[in-house]
């Protein structure tokens, strides 16, 4: 028999170890503006406006905001759009190494606002 008309083998699921370095070019843009900016300031800023125990857990300040960012200087016209594109299943692994959104986690989730 010809190895070119073999049976194709049913999909499996394969389990691959990556980082989001190996992912993210070194040269991408938010790689550069992680070196540049530190927005860890803003949570001491917005501290006084959370409750600490009451309602649900709100959205980290400083990654909603590294949010915001990214998307307007990719262009998106929604508030929302950024938050789908880190979220694990359709996310963009430079947007989601720059806000620090896990693969394995529920994405950045909503907004409390």
Do not use: I
């Given at each position: 028999?010809?190895?070119?008309?073999?049976?194709?083998?049913?999909?499996?699921?394969?389990?691959?170890?990556?980082?989001?370095?190996?992912?993210?070019?070194k040269d991408h843009l938010l790689r550069k503006i992680d070196a540049a900016a530190d927005f860890e300031f803003i949570r001491?800023?917005?501290?006084?406006?959370?409750?600490?125990?009451?309602?649900?857990?709100a959205l980290d300040p400083a990654v909603m905001f590294k949010l915001l960012c990214i998307g307007y200087l990719f262009g998106m016209r929604s508030e929302r759009q950024p938050m789908r594109e880190v979220h694990p299943a359709q996310s963009s692994s430079a947007m989601s190494r720059s806000c620090g959104v896990r693969r394995s986690s529920s994405g950045a989730g909503r907004p409390t606002a």
């Open positions: 028999m010809d190895v070119m008309l073999k049976n194709s083998t049913p999909m499996q699921h394969e389990l691959e170890m990556v980082t989001f370095e190996e992912l993210v070019p001491s800023k917005v501290a006084h406006l959370y409750c600490a125990d009451n309602g649900r857990p």
